[in-house]
């Protein structure tokens, strides 16, 4: 507990591959009441014989202000087979439609040289699905963010300044 008795809880997951990981936290105050709550959902993968991959899947988020009324937030996470996350969807509060919105990572992979997780497009979209902002990476002195790196350089990158008309480079 801190100076004025707020205490925090995580809860650790013991399972084999979420080992560790926090399943949840949260915050009350000195008479016990919950404020904040966060959950996690984890997930493992076995992409070759052997080797695990574990992936957070979801995060939810309750603030509760001291009763039990709440107000409910989530995020949800896709990654690629190399375990970048290439997709994040923030459901905003979840009793409510219309506030959601998601980005996305598009990737550049040269195995050859061990380069995997080098961005060439970031966007974010709002809950329409409208792009509201984008990043284009650049790498040893391409002139098309789409060109596999080689030795994975950031050497330019484009940022929208107000839709996509405007960049900076």
């Known amino acids: 507990a801190d100076a004025i008795g707020t205490t925090t809880t995580t809860t650790f997951s013991q399972d084999l591959h979420t080992k560790g990981r926090p399943l949840s936290a949260e915050v009350r105050d000195s008479a016990g009441r919950l404020f904040t709550k966060t959950t996690n959902t984890w997930s493992c993968t076995e992409p070759h014989a052997g080797v695990h991959f574990t992936t957070?899947?979801?995060?939810?988020?309750?603030?509760y202000d001291g009763d039990d009324t709440f107000r409910?937030?989530?995020a949800r996470v896709s990654y690629d087979a190399y375990g970048n996350a290439t997709r994040t969807d923030e459901d905003g509060e979840v009793s409510v439609l219309g506030d959601e919105r998601s980005a996305t990572t598009t990737f550049l992979y040269n195995p050859t040289a061990w380069l995997l997780n080098k961005p060439s497009l970031t966007q974010t979209l709002n809950a329409s699905g409208v792009i509201v902002a984008q990043r284009r990476f650049y790498y040893d002195g391409a002139t098309l963010h789409t060109t596999t790196p080689t030795t994975g350089t950031l050497t330019k990158e484009d940022e929208w300044l107000n839709g996509p008309t405007g960049s900076t480079g």
């Open 56 to 63: 957070l899947d979801a995060t939810d988020s309750f603030v």
């Open 72 to 74: 409910q937030t989530r």
